[in-house]
T-cell receptor, first 117, second 113 residues
Framework: DQQVKQNSPSLSVQEGRISILNCDYT??????FLWYKKYPAEGPTFLIS?????DKNEDGRFTVFLNKSAKHLSLHIVPSQPGDSAVYFC????????????????FGQGTILTVHP | DADVTQTPRNRITKTGKRIMLECSQT?????MYWYRQDPGLGLRLIYY???????NKGEISDGYSVSRQAQAKFSLSLESAIPNQTALYFC????????????FGPGTRLTVL
């Protein structure tokens, strides 16, 4: 049962244009969402996150949008650069019923972004 | 530099062999995790530990065991490796409390023949 899904295995974009990576989730108990970027032969690195009480978070060229009613989040990269070429994972966390975060993250399958010069 | 390190980085082994993957961190974090990455499946949680005395199974713990030797060290063992355990393995750490972000090591590529 895939609770976090990234339905696009790959995305190809021209340098300078916008990249939009999408993520859908099914668990309404997720309270926090994160995006990670992964280069070959390296571990994933944290990129940007958003709390479920917000609908947008921006950090430089990166913006994450959350649509709770649709259980959908997206990562926008503007403008895209060749160095952004990587695998992007979305992840989500459940806030436990007892009010204590257990820190477990559920990851999507990943989307390979290729930005062409 | 504060960091998460994994050894070995690459390992080829044969079916039935016992394998240990090691993870060390200098971030001072209490929580440590082991994930595996497979094409098309993303990152899946194998085991996690919130402190030295706390070990918990993740979603795919069968065939694996772990040991938290110290706050900074968390090792993953495959008691009898099988080919479908061929994957990329990542260790990660995080602080406790409201900490959400996890910090990942560089990964170990394991091939079981």
């Amino acid at each position: 049962d895939q609770q976090v899904k990234q339905n696009s295995p790959s995305l190809s974009v021209q340098e300078g244009r916008i990249s939009i990576l999408n993520c859908d989730y099914t668990n309404s108990m997720f309270d926090y969402f994160l995006w990670y970027k992964k280069y070959p032969a390296e571990g994933p690195t944290f990129l940007i996150s958003i709390s479920s009480i917000k609908d947008k978070n921006e950090d430089g060229r990166f913006t994450v949008f959350l649509n709770k009613s649709a259980k959908h989040l997206s990562l926008h990269i503007v403008p895209s650069q060749p160095g952004d070429s990587a695998v992007y994972f979305c992840a989500a966390r459940v806030w436990s019923a007892g009010g204590t975060s257990y820190g477990k993250l559920t990851f999507g399958q990943g989307t390979i972004l290729t930005v062409h010069p | 530099d504060a960091d998460v390190t994994q050894t070995p980085r690459n390992r080829i082994t044969k079916t039935g062999k016992r394998i240990m993957l090691e993870c060390s961190q200098t971030k001072g974090h209490d929580r440590m995790y082991w994930y595996r990455q497979d094409p098309g499946l993303g990152l899946r949680l194998i085991y996690y530990s919130f402190d030295v005395k706390d070990i918990n199974k993740g979603e795919i713990s069968d065939g694996y065991s772990v040991s938290r030797q110290a706050q900074a060290k968390f090792s993953l063992s495959l008691e009898s490796a099988i080919p479908n355990q061929t994957a990329l393995y990542f260790c990660a750490t995080s602080r406790g409390g409201s900490q959400r972000e996890q910090f990942f090591g560089p990964g170990t590529r394991l091939t079981v023949l």
